[in-house]
């Protein structure tokens, strides 16, 4: 599975941003997914993550509220819708793939990675 992230870019501080993931491989609509984000100087983590069938999603107490995950198997997408943004979503983003179906909140979990997309929220 090759999976590509876009949609990031510079924002100010309460506005929205959909980022996006293409999936490339046929096995992507079996596999979980997430998404995950690093700032400068921070460890990598969890975002939110969303079952193969996208009827069950979760997502990190930071974001709970003004993140919504959600993937359209049909065209081999995954999607993460940002609202509310705050100067310390400022990360770079990463989709996830993890073939072992454990909706994990654990970066360790998921064996496929983007190369990720910077959000920037400006004060």
């Known amino acids: 599975v090759q999976l590509v992230e876009s949609g990031g870019g510079l924002v100010q501080a309460g506005g929205s941003l959909r980022l996006s993931c293409t999936a490339s491989g046929r096995t992507f609509t079996t596999y979980p997914t997430g998404w995950f984000r690093q700032a400068p100087g921070k460890e990598r983590e969890f975002v939110a993550t969303?079952?193969?069938?996208?009827?069950?999603?979760g997502y990190a107490d930071s974001v709970k509220g003004r993140a919504t995950i959600s993937r359209d198997n049909a065209k081999n997408m995954l999607y993460l819708q940002m609202s509310s943004l705050k100067p310390e979503d400022t990360a770079v983003y990463y989709c996830a793939a993890d073939p072992y179906s454990r909706f994990s909140t654990k970066a360790y979990h998921y064996p496929y990675w983007g190369q990720g997309t910077q959000v920037t929220v400006s004060s």
């Open positions: 969303i079952t193969r069938s996208g009827g069950s999603t």
